[in-house]
């Protein structure tokens, strides 16, 4: 038997559907998802719950595959928890799996890589079920020219110059594993993998691969833009709608029970 | 030139996310699809217009392929038209395609056949990008079960059992075309194509098929229900969210421009 104090640390993988938050942390006159999600831990726990998340998404942008970790008593099995926060969480949040870890986990600091994906609908008109899935580009794009682009994002870089201006944080290399763009019909999906992403990256290098795409640049431009280090060469920032985050990656197996 | 009393025939394709809207028809105190497409006519034409759409669907139906036609002056070309429309009307409902066609064709009378779709979402949870599109259904489904089933409905019947109840028509005899069932992964998607559906078929055979599926009743019993003609004896309707007019067919090449 636990005793009353002692707190479980839970992970919890969830989807949501970004459309109607105002990003993932709490901020003032505005719903955040990370609001929504202690909000349900309270009406199922009691009493006020942290989250910490791995991925702290901007507004409009959805998740697959998110994660967070929560210290919460251990009266709810991990097999009942997602049914339990599904049963008070709006029908825009989905927790689609929840584990008791080892105490010292932490869904920022522990991740080692992330999957986001960027969806474009290269068709003539907008497709209404994705409307708020993805950007719509009218134009013909040049995906052979994307991919080209693409491949000099490949690997240990400091990506700087796709950095949201006006951010600090202490190193802007990272490395990207890859970069792949896949073209199904009218819909072009940007996959990126990368042991982490610097404010708004993933929307600056596809705002700029767009341009790309669409002839304004040479893909060999991207080389010179990513040397720069220089914000105001690379392209607009794509719109969030169009992002989703797929998957967290951990090294260790991080489940206890 | 045209007088200016003469009016063309357009014939249109569109999509649209019925998530918002009560159903097609014009109803008091519920916007629908009908009245927000005529008051974009109404915008581009300065007149009101008055549509003809192939199948009504109901509140929270979808559409991917509806079709309609109206009357209006010939001073807009069909390639701009659709791009004319989608810029007044509201991002869930877009035109795809305008065709001018002969005065004589009528959307819903000449349609000779009709596919839909019935989305079902049979993983353990819910789906968030597909929440206002798809039927979750938790307990695992006999899918074999629900093809066999299917099975005993291709051809022509009397579809009475499948009608909702209180509707009338001429006759409740159709003909279902193929009725497929494909499963990818947690997404089952029934494919219906018949001549016509009576009012609710769709859904009242989603229903029935999915408690067959759910071992709450056996296949054959679909030879039962239908020959019976007693809508008591079907399963409860699907829910409207599901369900998708994905293609409406027509005998004659009705374009004429």
């Not at 932490?106 to 986001?116: M, Q, V």
């Not at 944080?169 to 990207?176: A, D, G, P, Q, W």
Request: hydrophobic share 40%; charged share 25%; aromatic share 10%.
């Amino acid at each position: 038997m636990k005793s009353g104090d002692f707190l479980e640390n839970y992970k919890i993988v969830f989807s949501y559907d970004g459309t109607s938050y105002h990003g993932f942390q709490v901020q003032e006159n505005a719903l955040t998802v990370q609001e929504v999600l202690e909000r349900g831990l309270e009406k199922i726990y009691g009493k006020k719950i942290r989250v910490e998340v791995a991925g702290r998404t901007d507004a409009g942008v959805h998740a697959r595959g998110q994660v967070a970790n929560f210290f919460a008593p251990g009266n709810i099995s991990s097999e009942v928890l997602p049914l339990a926060l599904n049963s008070v969480l709006p029908r825009d949040i989905v927790v689609i799996e929840a584990s008791r870890v080892d105490q010292k986990f932490h869904a920022r600091r522990d991740a080692c890589a992330k999957t986001y994906s960027y969806t474009i609908n290269n068709g003539r008109f907008p497709n209404v079920f994705l409307r708020l899935y993805s950007w719509h580009i009218a134009d013909r794009l040049c995906v052979e020219d994307m991919k080209l682009a693409a491949s000099f994002l490949l690997g240990k870089h400091d990506f700087k110059a796709f950095q949201a201006s006006g951010s600090s944080v202490e190193t802007t290399e990272r490395e990207i594993f890859f970069l792949e763009i896949e073209q199904r019909g009218y819909l072009i999906t940007l996959w990126f993998k990368g042991d982490g992403f610097l404010y708004k990256m993933v929307r600056n290098i596809t705002g700029t691969l767009i341009e790309i795409g669409l002839k304004k640049r040479k893909p060999e431009d991207m080389q010179s833009i990513l040397r720069s280090g220089n914000r105001q060469n690379a392209g607009k920032t794509a719109p969030a709608k169009g992002l989703c985050l797929e998957k967290v990656f951990y090294h260790h197996t991080d489940t206890l029970l």
